[in-house]
């Protein structure tokens, strides 16, 4: 459960957890300042997370400070990277340059996974700043996750969803801030995924270039038409367990994002031989057996397999038998559907 614990507000320190998250329907293409081309779902995960601690002193010269620490080693790349966010936000919120800033944040996946932490780091940030405007009663209560979804955003555009628990949607209620999604079938509520590490490679190209380039891509008409229809029917699904159709619908999108990569002008391709193979296996290994598990894919070459908890047991026995190979050092991070942010301040 979701709690905000005033419990720091006698003190200069407040810490956030939040987890990744994984896009069922792909946010691909902006406008204006970080807003989504089509409205995006995801779900929120458990173990991938990112902590961030914020450190705060008055600010007595008038010129704030952030020192930034990541995994205890200060990284000046990440420093600037944030002082830009403190930046776009100081200009609505004023009061965050009263104080100096000591920011340390970790992560629980190895940094060199090939896994993006955009969305949990920004996540957990903005939540340590949320807490300190409530604090300061510049928001309410009542707006605090939408506030911290909000400002997430304007840091990254998907760490607006790693706010909620379980399934989120950005674009639908609003396009500043994502939601909750509620009433999610039972079939749904303890989905697990298993991210395997095909390479851990930086990417050759940023999402933020990725995004750039919808801008004057030959198929945006109809790349932002389809997701719009497929974000209704997954709505529709989500509400009435139909794992049948959720596979097609997040097995289409995952390939229409890499195709729309692929379409770019340049053109780029983000997937790797093995992913093809892993993607090839999946849906061999799903028509053999009838089981319910599917394939997804970040703006990366690794794949998440989605599948329900009671089928685990089969989905390790396929991953150490047949995926095994095709895994960067056999390297894989056995994720789930996450509750949400957690205070540990
Ligand atoms: C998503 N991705 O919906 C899509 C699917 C990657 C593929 O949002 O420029 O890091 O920080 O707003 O959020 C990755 O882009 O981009 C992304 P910025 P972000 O999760």
């Known amino acids: ?41 995801s779900i929120t995960l458990d173990q991938s997370t990112t902590t961030t601690k914020m450190e705060i002193s ?3 010269h008038l010129e704030r400070e952030i020192d930034f620490y990541f995994e205890n080693t200060k990284n000046e790349l990440f420093a600037k990277k944030i002082e830009n966010h403190f930046k776009n936000i100081e200009q609505e919120f004023p009061l965050l340059k009263e104080y100096n800033y000591k920011i340390s944040s970790s992560n629980t996946f190895p940094h060199s996974s090939g896994l993006a932490s955009s969305a949990s780091s920004m996540a957990s940030l903005n939540l340590c700043l949320a807490s300190l405007l409530l604090k300061n009663n510049i928001i309410e209560e009542n707006n605090f996750y939408l506030t911290a979804s909000r400002l997430s955003r304007m840091g990254s555009g998907s760490a607006s969803r790693s706010l909620f628990p379980s399934f989120a949607e950005w674009g639908i209620e609003s396009e500043d801030y994502a939601t909750n999604i509620a009433n999610i079938h039972k079939n749904f509520s303890d989905i697990c995924d298993a991210i395997l590490i095909v390479s851990s490679e930086e990417k050759t190209v940023s999402s933020r270039i990725g995004h750039s380039l919808m801008e004057d891509h030959p198929f945006k008409d109809s790349r932002y038409k389809n997701a719009k229809k497929r974000l209704l029917n997954l ?29 770019s002008s340049p053109s780029f391709i983000l997937m790797k031989p093995n992913s093809l193979k892993i993607i090839e296996l999946v849906r061999s290994f799903r028509a053999d057996t009838g089981l ?20 685990k047991e089969q989905v390790i026995k396929f991953i150490n038998d047949s995926i095994d190979p095709f895994l960067e050092d056999g390297f894989w991070i056995d994720d789930n559907i996450g509750q949400g942010p957690v205070n540990l301040s």
């Open 58 to 60: 008055k600010n007595k």
């Open 235 to 263: 709505l529709k699904v989500l509400e009435n367990g139909d794992w049948s159709t959720f596979i097609d619908i997040v097995e289409a999108e995952a390939l229409e994002l890499h195709a729309m990569m692929m379409c």
């Open 292 to 311: 319910n598990l599917c394939f997804t894919l970040d703006a990366g070459p690794n794949i998440h397999l989605l599948y329900p908890l009671e089928i």
């Open 1 to 41: 459960m979701m709690t905000i614990d005033q419990s720091y507000n006698n003190s200069n320190i407040i810490i956030w957890k939040a987890a990744s998250n994984i896009a069922l329907v792909k946010y691909w293409g902006k406008k204006s300042f970080q807003l989504p081309m089509n409205p995006s779902i």
